[in-house]
């Protein structure tokens, strides 16, 4: 495990990610990471547009069928 400094930059604040980390993500400098809540935590991936776009519709077909959906969870 690694231990990550979280620093000042500018007026605000961020991590410095070693060359191991960046390889492991599969990302170099100046992509994008997506950073998602879990129930362990915060995870980090690359960022995929295409995901965005699916979670998007995802959200509005769950808005939409939100009374159907809770239905079938109980």
Request: a negative charge.
């Amino acid at each position: 495990m690694q231990h990550l400094k979280i620093t000042a930059i500018g007026n605000s604040a961020g991590i410095i990610l070693s060359k191991d980390i960046l390889a492991q993500l599969g990302v170099e400098k100046g992509d994008s990471l997506s950073v998602v809540r879990t129930p362990n935590g915060i995870e980090l991936s690359p960022y995929d547009p295409t995901f965005d776009e699916q979670m998007e519709v995802a959200r509005g077909v769950m808005a939409r069928y939100r009374d159907a959906l809770r239905e079938l969870a109980k």
